[in-house]
């Protein structure tokens, strides 16, 4: 069973549904998708950081206590849509390592990003937006509530909980920076980190008319289970 947990914030409610619609359209092995939605998780008491842009930018990385550090699991940002089998990920599992990302180099081309969030630059950027984390290993063992609640932003996402040695590196496929990134026909994860095309400004960005695509075949069974129970 691949166990992807997926960031939710109310304000992308919608790009939730699309990414969970995505794998499972995709996906060709049982999959189970989780929320990670920080009213669930009671044991996170950490105050809002005036820079956090979603409400799951520290609770993503409570993914292996909520797995009881056990196994294997996929964090995903919910801004993002999946293209093609998430088991050719899930194939890519090193158990050598602690958690395995893309490990993107570059500087945000833009000042701002979705409903006008600063976009703050800093080293490591976007490694933690797409995490196969290996919940048994000790290094993920660090990441109890207390320590995900009192941790600095940093030491979180530039991955210091960890070493550097024991961070696995996924091909840039497995998340594209829409606006980031040259146009990638072969992405496999789609990742629109500036807004993805549910925000009226960001309609006609890369990849746009396949989540239009998808969108629109959700919202098609939504009327025919409507016709079916009226």
């Known amino acids: 069973m691949i166990r992807v947990f997926i960031g939710y914030d109310k304000a992308e409610s919608v790009a939730y549904h699309a990414l969970v619609q995505s794998i499972i359209e995709n996906t060709s092995e049982p999959v189970s998708t989780i929320p990670v939605k920080q009213s669930m998780i009671p044991e996170y008491v950490r105050e809002r950081d005036p820079k956090q842009s979603n409400e799951f930018s520290f609770t993503r990385f409570l993914v292996p206590y909520l797995c009881n550090y056990e196994g294997h699991a996929i ?3 919910c801004d993002m849509m999946l293209t093609t089998d998430l088991s050719e ?3 890519q599992i090193d158990p050598l390592k602690s958690v395995q990302v893309v490990k993107h180099d570059y500087t945000p081309s833009t000042r701002t990003k979705y409903l006008g969030n600063i976009q703050y630059p800093y080293p490591r950027k976007n490694w933690s937006s797409v995490m196969l984390f290996n919940c048994s290993h000790h290094h993920c063992k660090r990441l109890q509530p207390e ?4 941790a600095s932003p940093a030491n979180l996402h530039r991955l210091q909980w960890t070493e550097d040695g024991a961070i696995g ?9 829409v606006g980031e990134y040259p146009p990638n026909p072969n992405a496999k994860i789609v990742h629109w980190t500036l807004g993805g095309p549910y925000f009226n400004e960001y309609s006609d960005v890369e990849w746009a008319d396949e989540w239009y695509e998808l969108k629109n075949k959700m919202e098609g069974c ?9």
Do not use: P
Not at 222 to 230: M, P
């Open 75 to 77: 964090f995903m940002d």
């Open 147 to 150: 320590y995900v609640n009192s």
């Open 169 to 177: 590196e996924l091909d840039r496929d497995w998340n594209h920076l």
């Open 89 to 91: 990920l899930w194939e």
């Open 222 to 230: 939504l009327q025919i289970l409507d016709e079916k129970t009226a």
